[in-house]
């Protein structure tokens, strides 16, 4: 972008603040910092509670700036659906302990992620795809099942066909 620079910040949406390495970056420019924050926390307001990836592009000639907000971690996502702050990573002595369960995903809940991420990924326009991603990263957050089973489950039964009907919708 000629003349234009960015600065790329994960935040909490309507909860953001200056940090020292974003600070220095917009003292730099002679912005207000303030006023910067106020319209981020403004433009992510809707995503409280959840990591949101923003830009701050700036105008190195005007000192104007523009806010892009681009879309949760599927992570932060699916722990909103859930309503729990984390999902539960055991200690080293509770590795083997499969059965604690801190949150359980409805199929509806997956697809509506789904249908919200889809544009973000490789499978454009194939929601059993992006379903099965969707899973693929609850497989990754420990303690939590979709349609109280292990996600690992559920993605066979994907394969299987048992889920083809959620799809076409």
């Known amino acids: 972008m000629p003349g234009k620079d960015k600065i790329e ?10 940090d020292p390495n974003s600070a220095q970056k917009l003292s730099a420019y002679k912005m207000n910092i303030g006023e910067v924050f106020q319209k981020v926390n403004s433009e992510t307001s809707e995503y409280k ?3 949101v990836p ?3 592009l700036i105008d190195k000639d005007t000192k104007t700036f523009e806010i892009k907000v681009g879309m949760p971690p599927t992570s932060s996502m699916l722990k909103k ?8 990573f055991p200690l080293e002595e509770e590795k083997m302990m499969t059965d604690k369960v801190v949150g359980n995903l409805s199929m509806e809940h997956i697809v509506k992620i789904a249908k919200i991420k889809m544009k973000q990924m490789l499978v454009k326009n194939d929601l059993k795809e992006a379903a099965k991603q969707v899973i693929g ?3 990754s957050m420990q303690g939590i099942r979709v349609e109280n089973k292990m996600p690992k489950e559920i993605l066979e039964e994907i394969k299987q066909g048992k889920w083809d009907q959620t799809f076409a919708q």
Do not use: D, N, R, S
């Open 9 to 18: 910040l994960l935040v909490e949406g309507g909860k953001a603040g200056p």
């Open 49 to 51: 509670g959840m990591q």
């Open 54 to 56: 923003v830009e701050i």
């Open 81 to 88: 659906e859930m309503g729990i702050a984390k999902a539960a």
């Open 137 to 139: 990263t609850v497989v």
